[in-house]
């Protein structure tokens, strides 16, 4: 592939990541309240990975032409995020667990998983990859097709990974030693992701009516 393309391609992403959603609002709130990064990221990388590789193997397109299948992501991820939206706030004041004590949220498979499910069920995530990717996607050069979503699926996942790993360790590092502040940027993550959540809900419901 070409470098410009590749460029082209990881500025537009980078910007489309750089807005505010879900990701942030989970990352926020496992670094600032249960000081947990690495795990919480991982899961919000491995879960574009996944998308990436429903895109791949050519399902991501069946999947957005198919109304049912994205109203059905979209209420199981809307319902999630509320889910854990509140959650998040009901416990927002578990800021300071002990050096030894497992954070209040569980173990690192748990913030693993959780960050799988927040992108992963993210059905925008699905279409800003089958909207963006093949804008980039040139058929005469010597890379199969595929083989170009997968590289650029690639960037994009790296670039979640380098962005949100920043963020997460200035929320643990910053916020989460001030525990006022990282009660209240908790609680604004958690309500963020209810209204998100809600968001997701009554856009697709328009969408149905419409």
Known sequence: MELATVTSFAAIAATLI???G???AYVLASG???????P???GITAGYALITAIVVVGM???????????TTITAIGAAYLIHLGIRITRTSADIAPSAT??????GAGTYFGRGLLVSGLNPK???ILLAVLPQFIRPDTTWPVPAQLAALGGVFTLLVALFYLPLGFAADRVIGARPR???ITTTLAGLAMIVLGAGLLIERGIGLLA
């Open 181 to 183: 502040v990282a009660q």
């Open 22 to 24: 879900p990701d942030w």
């Open 18 to 20: 750089a807005v505010p």
């Open 60 to 70: 991501g397109p069946i999947v957005a032409a198919t109304p049912i299948a994205l």
């Open 125 to 127: 995530g699905l279409l």
């Open 40 to 42: 919480a990221v991982a």
């Open 101 to 106: 004590d497992e954070p209040p949220g569980g």
């Open 32 to 38: 600032a309240r249960d000081r947990v990064v690495v």
